[in-house]
């Protein structure tokens, strides 16, 4: 009788050991459930261009080169008026905007309507290029801290009026950035410009046939 008594007790020591793993590993479940609901659906990792000689980094780290390309690229688009600049700068503000702070926004807004109110736009034709010579380096790029720089843009500006060339120029643009994570669907650079950190600055009148400066 009394082996009859512990096998059951045993038996059911067992069981109780048993339940006691399927508790645990039950907490253990929703554990990872939530993890892995808690985790962000994605993860925009800024790698240099060139990984031949292979790159380390924080995944949060922007590298100075994908700060550069953005400020210019943007800038390119932002000043791009390929028919009616009282047209396509207010288009261009529009498009644009996920890449723009709300007070870069503002400024630029009262700029165009400065312009259009001046008669600086009707039937305006402009783009901006870099300078040949004068592209991305490291000292384009000033570091403020992890979210904020400062990108020099030295640029040639062409204006037409009606075909009419009126102005070709070379301007250096100095650009605030931030980091600006709010719209990965509208912005995937995370990246925002926060207009001038200083009056651009012409750096000479420029003819036609000119495209470069000597530094």
């Given at each position: 009788?009394?082996?009859?008594?512990?096998?059951?007790?045993?038996?059911?020591?067992?069981?109780?050991?048993?339940?006691?793993?399927?508790?645990?590993?039950?907490?253990?479940?929703?554990?990872?459930?939530?993890?892995?609901?808690?985790?962000?659906?994605?993860?925009t990792?800024?790698?240099?261009?060139?990984?031949?000689?292979?790159?380390?980094?924080?995944?949060?780290?922007?590298?100075?080169?994908?700060?550069?390309?953005?400020?210019?690229?943007?800038?390119?688009?932002?000043?791009?008026?390929?028919?009616?600049?009282?047209?396509?700068?207010?288009?261009?503000?529009t498009?644009?905007?996920?890449?723009?702070?709300?007070?870069?926004?503002?400024?630029?807004?009262?700029?165009?309507?400065?312009?259009?109110?001046?008669g600086?736009l009707?039937?305006?034709?402009?783009?901006?290029?870099?300078?040949?010579?004068?592209?991305?380096?490291?000292?384009?790029?000033?570091?403020?801290?992890?979210?904020?720089?400062?990108?020099?843009?030295?640029?040639?500006?062409?204006?037409?009026?009606?075909?009419?060339?009126?102005?070709?120029?070379?301007?250096?643009?100095?650009?605030?950035?931030?980091?600006?994570?709010?719209?990965?669907?509208?912005?995937?650079?995370?990246?925002?410009?926060?207009?001038?950190?200083?009056?651009?600055?012409?750096?000479?009148?420029?003819?036609?046939?000119?495209?470069?400066?000597?530094?």
């Open positions: 009788m009394s082996h009859f008594k512990h096998a059951l007790a045993a038996r059911d020591a067992h069981i109780t050991t048993l339940r006691l793993v399927i508790a645990l590993m039950l907490l253990v479940c929703a554990a990872l459930w939530y993890g892995w609901q808690s985790a962000p659906e994605r993860l990792i800024h790698n240099p261009p060139d990984l031949r000689t292979g790159s380390t980094r924080a995944w949060w780290e922007i590298p100075p080169g994908q700060v550069y390309a953005f400020s210019f690229y943007i800038f390119q688009q932002l000043n791009r008026w390929p028919v009616n600049g009282e047209e396509d700068y207010p288009r261009n503000l498009r644009l905007a996920a890449y723009l702070t709300p007070a870069c926004q503002a400024q630029l807004d009262q700029d165009f309507r400065s312009r259009r109110d001046g600086e009707r039937d305006r034709v402009r783009g901006v290029y870099e300078i040949p010579g004068r592209g991305f380096n490291n000292k384009r790029v000033q570091v403020h801290d992890r979210d904020r720089w400062m990108v020099t843009l030295d640029l040639t500006v062409d204006e037409y009026y009606r075909a009419e060339p009126v102005k070709r120029a070379l301007v250096r643009y100095p650009l605030r950035v931030v980091r600006y994570d709010v719209d990965a669907e509208k912005n995937p650079w995370g990246l925002a410009i926060d207009c001038f950190a200083a009056p651009p600055q012409k750096l000479e009148a420029a003819s036609p046939a000119t495209t470069e400066e000597k530094e």
